[in-house]
Structures are given as C-alpha cells and as structure tokens.
C-alpha cells in the first residue's frame, strides 16, 4: 500500500479545550494510509489561562502530553513542535520576531518538507499560522514539495457576522457572499487570507454555514457523532487514551496511564457528554482515498476504494473546484466550476440528514477497528 505523507496542524490542547482534537488525532496515527510525518501544535495564547468563554476552571497548554501518549501506545517517534502563540502581524508576516520556543512547529514543518522525496500533504485543523509563516519563509519550497493543503475553516455561504469571541453583531451582506467568520478563521485572519491568496493548491472544507458552525449545508463539514458510549469497546489502550483526555485528567504519570483499563466512573463521564461535534473526517477520507459507502444488509461504512463492490453505493463527499474571492477579513465568497483552477471545496451533497446518519454510523465502527502497536 502507498502511504500517503501528511503533517498535521492541530489546535490540541492539554487539558482539552475540544473533544474533537484529541478524538480527531487518533485517525491521523491509525489510518494504513496516512504517514504521519509531523504534528504541528497550533497555540493561540488567550486560549492558555482559564476563561469564561469555556468555562474551563484549569489553565491548558499545548498538546504534548496527548501526543507523548500516542507516541507511547502506536509505538512511534513522530516529531512535534509548538507554533507561535499571537496571530500574525499582516499576511507577510515570516513570524521571525517570535520567542525561539515559538520557532520550533515553523522548523519542523519546513525541515519535514525538506527531507520528503515525495510531495506532502497539509492538513490544518486549526489557525493557518504556522503554515501561512512558512510560506513566506519559503515559498519556493511549499511550490516544490506540497501536494495540496487541507483547510478546515471557513464560511460556505451566507449572512455576515463579525465575530468578537462570543459577541456578535450582523453587517451588510453583499448577495451570494460568505459572512460568518468562523472560529479557525478568527484565531489568524492574517494567516488563512495569506494561503487563500497563495496560488498553492488548496482543497478547502468550510466549518461553518451562514447558520453557524452547528448548522448542515452542502459546501461544510459538520456533522453530530452523537453519544461517545462506543469508546467503551475500542481498543483498550485508545480507551484509556481517550478517557484520560476526554475527562480532562491531570495525573502526572501520563504514560503509565495508558497501560490501564479507565476507572468505571470515568467512562460513566464519557457516557454522560452530549453529542460530539465534528468537521474533521470528511479531510481524512478525501486524504486517505477511503469512499463512505452504503452497503445492502450492513449499512454505512468508510472503507478503502478497492474494498467497494458492486451494489454498494457510494455517498458523495467530494472537492469541487472553484475561484475564490477572499477579502482582507478572511471572509470569501466562491463560484463552482467544471474547470481546474488549483482550488477545490467540498461538497456532501443535497442529502444532508443522509450524510449526517452515515458519517456517525460509519466513523464509530471505523475507530472500534483501530488498533495500537503491540507493547512488549
């Protein structure tokens, strides 16, 4: 099997301040697929401190505890690194002013780029900085090694919103045009208008609609996993992973706690989270070449392309090529076209009730298929 190179730009924090980032980074280890190349942490410096906006009572940090642990229980050494902590200053901004510890996820990304023989893929989950700052760093190199970047964020459509960490207030609309802007978006507007403007070749998923980011719309990504019970049956080591991290554990021997089944009480706290929000799996199918599928008598499934057989039927989870307007707030409208233009954007369809059932259905039974490297 080809395995396809990835580095992964994540916001994951420890504690969490996101199940879906902790729960997320499990199929960036686990897919056959995917060659984890670097994980990039993307910190954004006011998310640090404990605040109201979360009503988290404990200060997090970035993920090196969760990714220590998947390092552990896959038995890998991929290499992680911090990215700077404040937005950039404009789109051109090379971040070269920022604390040499702030450094560290720029240098791995271009260092991994480097050493590729092959052209990787990007995939951010998160702000754009630290790949937006790399860009400007080295432009040149991005042209020769990346095969395409992988945006979650942004608006499909819709009513403009401006966005001040939790208020907002309604601006004119211009007819057709993308408003909200969206929490990824919000974090660097700089930096995603920078790769949006880049000439690079983009494959972008919208997180959110003109309803907001809990809303269904054909051009974004969202869907509701519902209850998080299933984690009960994974695999033991990606159990403990997972109820270490969704509980917001803070024992300080973190590893040690991968080599034991959770307390019951605190699978009872998974059981007891509402639904899980996600935006992120339609990226590692597009990523992975995996097809959701719907097959007669067992029902929806991601699985691998040469795996589908005749009469299963294939849902529509595509990238779309279109031309982009992006404004200097990050906000951007697009226009659908047959012809290439090095940007795509994704595309579920009309059935959104349909993709929303079957991408729950399917991804719980493609992470009780997950398995850990074997432990001595």
Not at 222 to 232: A, E, T, V
């Given at each position: ?6 580095i992964d730009c994540t916001d994951l924090y420890h504690p969490h301040q996101d199940v879906g980032d902790n729960f997320d980074i499990v199929a960036a280890y686990a897919l056959p ?37 998947m390092n552990y229980i896959f038995d890998r050494q991929v290499p992680f690194a911090v990215s700077p902590f404040e937005p950039m200053q404009s789109t051109g901004d090379e971040m ?274 997950f398995r850990c490297a074997r432990q001595a």
């Open positions: 099997m080809k395995r396809i190179p990835i697929e995917i060659d984890l190349r670097a994980v990039i942490l993307d910190v954004t410096n006011r998310f640090r401190p404990p605040d109201s906006l979360h009503c988290l009572p404990v200060p997090r940090e970035p993920g090196l505890i969760p990714l220590s642990q070269r002013h920022v604390p040499v510890f702030q450094q560290a996820g720029i240098e791995l990304l271009l260092r991994t780029l480097r050493e590729a023989e092959e052209r990787v893929e990007l995939l951010i989950f998160c702000s754009c900085r630290t790949v937006a700052a790399a860009f400007n760093r080295e432009p040149e190199l991005f042209r020769d090694k990346v095969g395409r970047i992988h945006i979650s964020a942004g608006t499909s459509s819709g009513e403009i919103f401006d966005v001040d960490w939790g208020e907002k207030k309604r601006l004119p609309l211009a007819p057709g045009s993308a408003g909200y802007r969206e929490w990824n978006v919000e974090l660097d507007v700089h930096a995603f208008v920078c790769l949006l403007r880049s000439g690079l070749p983009l494959a972008l998923y919208p997180c959110a609609s003109d309803r907001g980011p809990f809303a269904l719309h054909r051009h974004d990504s969202y869907y509701q996993l519902g209850k998080l019970s299933f984690i009960r049956r994974m695999e033991p080591r990606l159990r403990s992973y997972l109820a270490y991290a969704l509980t917001r554990q803070l024992r300080h021997d973190f590893l040690r706690a991968m080599e034991f089944d959770p307390e019951p009480e605190l699978l009872d706290q998974i059981d007891a989270l509402r639904s899980h929000h996600v935006w992120e799996t339609a990226l590692w199918l597009e990523v992975s070449g995996r097809k959701l599928v719907k097959r007669p008598g067992v029902g929806y499934c991601i699985m691998a392309a040469d795996d589908v057989k005749p009469g299963d039927i294939i849902l529509k989870n595509d990238q779309t090529p279109c031309r982009i307007k992006v404004r200097d707030d990050g906000r951007f409208d697009f226009e659908l076209t047959t012809g290439k233009t090095g940007v795509t954007i994704y595309d579920r369809g009309d059935d959104l009730e349909e993709n929303e059932r079957a991408m729950g259905e399917a991804l719980k039974e493609l992470y009780l298929g």
